[in-house]
């Protein structure tokens, strides 16, 4: 009897105080949410410590039941759309969510990771199963964050064709805003690691993901140039912790030139 009324107790102190997620936050707008795709080196395929596997203080993540859990590696965990979860490693958002944390006070991270490795981007085209998992967790996410940007990472699957890749990457960036109703979302697209020997074409890849910004607005591009690979297309642990560090100084610069609007 004691136990029941104890249950019963604490079920109403928590319906008058209004229940509250597993994050916690300063109010919407306080909460800033960014969407995560693409392939394999979005999904992480770098090593990380024990330490680094420890949870990102102020960042959270939407887990597999669609609810925010504190983040920490993989990222990648709970993409419903993911290979095998040990496969799943270390990616850009770590150093991401890290370097906007610190550069703007007040607010606490939100990340909706979905990508899957070996994509396409016509596998991405509005419609598909990854481009509609995509808008569906991240509106889910919207319930209780602010949208700031959404970070891209693709092309290596791409780099034989890559004189369409220019206009395809402009279509997703369109429909994504179109569809989440956001016409100035920023957008930032992380150039792939340019191999010589097995893959020439990731030169040409990534020349039209630098133009991007050209194309459209409130659009950016991160470089690869002087990042290193475990292999023929996979940053290794230090590259993918810096391309995450230039991910959040673009995404940083785009806010900015949206606030000034």
């Given at each position: 009897m004691k136990?029941?009324?104890?249950?019963?107790?604490?079920?109403?102190?928590?319906?008058q105080a209004g229940c509250q997620s597993t994050h916690s936050h300063?109010?919407?707008k306080k909460f800033h949410v960014y969407l995560l795709i693409g392939q394999s080196n979005m999904a992480g395929r770098a090593p990380f410590t024990e330490e680094e596997s420890a949870v990102i203080p102020g960042c959270f993540l939407l887990n597999a039941e669609d609810k925010w859990e504190p983040a920490r590696n993989p990222l990648n965990r709970y993409s419903t759309i993911r290979k095998d979860l040990d496969?799943?490693?270390?990616?850009?958002?770590?150093t991401f969510?890290?370097?906007?944390l610190t550069e703007q006070a007040g607010i606490t991270?939100?990340?909706?990771?979905?990508?899957?490795?070996?994509?396409?981007?016509?596998?991405?085209?509005?419609?598909?199963?990854?481009?509609?998992?995509?808008?569906?967790?991240?509106?889910?996410?919207?319930?209780?964050?602010?949208?700031?940007?959404?970070l891209w990472h693709q092309g290596e699957s791409n780099s034989k064709y890559?004189?369409?890749?220019?206009s395809q990457l402009k279509s997703l960036v369109e429909d994504l805003r179109n569809d989440l109703e956001m016409p100035d979302l920023p957008f930032v697209a992380g150039q792939v690691f340019y191999n010589a020997?097995?893959?020439?074409?990731?030169?040409?890849?990534?020349?039209?993901?630098?133009?991007?910004?050209?194309?459209l607005r409130l659009t950016g591009y991160v470089s690869s140039d002087g990042l290193t690979a475990m292999d023929g297309a996979h940053f290794d642990s230090k590259s993918i912790k810096l391309l995450g560090e230039r991910y959040a100084r673009q995404m940083l610069k785009l806010i900015n030139q949206l606030e000034q609007q």
């Open positions: 136990i029941a009324k104890l249950i019963l107790i604490l079920a109403t102190i928590c319906l300063k109010g919407k496969l799943q490693k270390m990616g850009p958002g770590y969510a890290k370097t906007m991270l939100g990340l909706v990771v979905n990508a899957r490795g070996g994509t396409r981007i016509e596998q991405w085209t509005r419609g598909t199963e990854f481009y509609n998992e995509a808008i569906r967790r991240v509106k889910i996410a919207q319930a209780e964050g602010t949208l700031k940007g959404i890559y004189d369409r890749y220019l020997d097995t893959k020439p074409n990731t030169r040409k890849i990534n020349e039209q993901i630098a133009k991007l910004p050209d194309t």
